[in-house]
Nanobody, 118 residues
Framework: QVQLVESGGGLVQPGESLRLSCVGS????????MKWYRQAPGKEREYVAG????????SYAESVKGRFTISRDNIRNTVYLQMNSLKAEDTAVYYC???????????WGRGTQVTVSS
């Protein structure tokens, strides 16, 4: 059974940090590009960051560049999103996504809530 389970969300104040984790199981994690998306209330889901299968290349949405860092550990089947200098506009449900290399296979997690508020 394929699973992607996010954790690490919570309520923080502006300027604080959080680290999200997403653990994959039931598929060969190291062969999947991993991405983070987020969806704020009333808005469409948007891309946040992505990392290649070996962790060698990373990309970020302009809105999070310089504040967020994506990384992965293929031994622990985990992708991380380090979020620093959080802003109110970062409030959203954060989802991880696995995309199979050379295939149309896609898996989504159920999300973790991040709320940034004073």
């Amino acid at each position: 059974q394929v699973q992607l389970v996010e954790s690490g969300g919570g309520l923080v104040q502006p300027g604080e940090s959080l680290r999200l984790s997403c653990v994959g199981s039931g598929f060969t994690f190291r062969y999947y590009v991993m991405k983070w998306y987020r969806q704020a209330p009333g808005k469409e889901r948007e891309y946040v960051a992505g990392v290649t299968i070996d962790g060698g290349r990373k990309s970020y949405a302009e809105s999070v560049k310089g504040r967020f860092t994506i990384s992965r550990d293929n031994i622990r089947n985990t992708v991380y999103l380090q979020m620093n200098s959080l802003k109110a506009e970062d409030t959203a449900v954060y989802y991880c996504k696995a995309e199979g290399m050379g295939s149309d296979t896609v898996y989504w997690g159920r999300g973790t809530q991040v709320t940034v508020s004073s």
